[in-house]
């Protein structure tokens, strides 16, 4: 079963591990992710939730919900999160994971964060199993993209 909580420092252990080449190309590692977080609120930008995914009450994943003003690129919604830097512990893929953590994201930012009424996420286009993750879990692609640094972007959506 896999559940979601706030990141707690004891969690980063099981959460430093090592994505392959193709994966780090399109994510950050959870390590990378909390250093921008630390940097961010040095800047008095508290608006960035790091989140730990576990499967059978073991650490097996990461991604941060970010409130702040980078989700104004994807959406014009002020009430919407972006889902940034998900990943999966290499040891755990294939299971499911990503594909639960998916569903189960919406009701946590429901129970948590009452006031966020969509989900917004941008995935590189070369990144096929990822955008079908997000398709399968009910996110929209309604032909939107970006330039990035890693090459174009779909941009997706789901209204909470």
């Known amino acids: 079963m896999t559940h979601l909580q706030f990141y707690k420092p004891e969690d980063f ?16 590692t959870a390590k990378q992710s909390l250093e921008k977080i630390e940097e961010r609120n040095q800047n008095e930008d508290f608006f960035a939730y790091p989140i730990t995914i576990f499967h059978d ?12 003003d980078d989700k104004l690129e994807l959406t014009e919604n002020p009430d919407s999160v972006l889902i940034r830097s998900l990943s999966v512990n290499p040891d755990f893929q294939g299971k499911g994971i990503g594909k639960s ?8 930012i429901k129970e948590h964060f009452s006031d966020c009424n969509e989900i917004v996420l941008a995935v590189n286009e070369q990144n096929t ?3 079908q993750l997000y398709k399968n879990t009910g996110y929209i ?15 997706m959506y789901k209204k909470l």
């Open 13 to 28: 252990p099981e959460l430093d591990y090592v994505l392959d080449d193709i994966q780090s190309q399109y994510t950050a």
């Open 57 to 68: 009450e073991k650490v097996a994943g990461f991604f941060v919900l970010d409130f702040g």
């Open 101 to 108: 953590a998916m569903i189960e994201v919406d009701h946590f």
């Open 129 to 131: 199993s990822a955008f």
């Open 141 to 155: 692609f309604d032909g939107k993209t970006r330039d990035w640094r890693n090459g174009l972007q779909y941009l």
